[in-house]
């Protein structure tokens, strides 16, 4: 069994006014490795959050199921939940006033989920919080105000909080939607960094395609389904020359991605043909149907 295992979630919301029920996540399937750098990769309100959200035990699906180092997490309730949430998650947010306390110092804001978390002594806390800052490359901030610091210092000093309380994973939602390329890359090297040394597992989701070349696992997510992957195409490699490669579900769907549609000409329909070994997919114009 993998170290998270997410089985077919279905997440409906309520539409407040209509009443009518929208599909945010459309049986999600995804499994990570205990270590494993993750990131999910897709647009706009393809269901990015509502799955971290999910994983995080913040909200709760329709249908299907979550378990993570083997207990079903997505039946957790009341303490058990909080409890679930406090010491085995870590999140990182997109925006550094959703992941830090605005008039509290770095190294007192790492200092937070401890003290609610009751998982270390009063002495332990104060030391961890300022090794993690280290470890974020803060040491010379740590007491510094989140308005003191940069936007790639306030979110480095988000990840050590996200590690406070030494979580089994780390959910990041587009923790780098806010900063220029440059802070980008030295964040996702951070990550890297950490999960080598930590062994912590993170799971990112972003629309950075950038991030496919740079985790250990990619994935895409589309329509509130995962569609397919990012592989390595030499394994020696792992990091560079990834290719895509797509996911044809129990019933034999498959999502053709929408730039080899529009180059390929394909509309509503196709037809699949077998030619030297080979299935080939061929565009019919819905004109031709007509005849
Ligand atoms: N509380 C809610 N009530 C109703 N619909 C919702 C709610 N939250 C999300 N949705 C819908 O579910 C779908 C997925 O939303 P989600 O926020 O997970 O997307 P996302 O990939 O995180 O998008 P973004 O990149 O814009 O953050 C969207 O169509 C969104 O409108
Ligand atoms: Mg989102």
């Not at 300022?130 to 803060?138: N, P, T």
Request: charged content about 25%; glycine content about 8%.
């Amino acid at each position: 069994m993998a170290f998270l295992e997410c089985n077919d979630l279905i997440k409906l919301y309520t539409d407040e006014q209509s009443k009518i029920q929208v599909p945010a996540l459309r049986g999600v399937e995804l499994t990570a490795n205990e270590g494993d750098l993750v990131s999910i990769i897709g647009p706009s309100g393809s269901g990015k959050s509502t799955l971290i959200n999910l994983i995080g035990g913040i909200d709760k699906p329709s249908s299907g199921e979550i378990i993570l180092d083997g207990n079903i997490i997505t039946t957790l309730k009341g303490r058990e939940l909080t409890k679930y949430r406090r010491n085995r998650i870590g999140f990182l947010y997109q925006l550094p006033e959703r992941n830090l306390i605005w008039n509290l110092s770095a190294l007192k804001n790492v200092i937070v989920p401890m003290r609610l978390s009751g998982k270390w002594s009063h002495n332990i806390q104060k030391k961890r919080a300022a090794e993690l800052l280290k470890d974020v490359g803060l040491d010379q901030r740590k007491n510094h105000k989140p308005h003191q610091l940069s936007g790639g210092e306030a979110q480095r000093a988000g990840i050590a909080v996200a590690l406070a309380n030494d979580p089994d994973i780390i959910l990041a939602d587009e923790p780098t939607g806010e900063l220029d390329s440059v802070t980008t890359f030295k964040i996702i090297d951070y990550f890297k960094q950490l999960n080598k040394t930590l062994g912590k597992t993170f799971i990112v989701v972003t629309h950075d395609h950038r991030f496919a070349n740079m985790t250990t696992k990619a994935m895409r997510i589309m329509d509130g389904r995962i569609i397919g992957l990012h592989r390595a195409i030499d394994p020696r490699k792992s990091f560079l020359d990834r290719e895509e490669v797509l996911f044809v579900d129990d019933h034999g769907n498959l999502r053709i991605p929408i730039n080899i549609r529009n180059e390929a000409g394909i509309k509503n329909h196709v037809q699949i043909e077998m030619r030297d070994g080979f299935a080939t997919i061929i565009p019919v114009r819905g004109d031709e149907l007509d005849e």
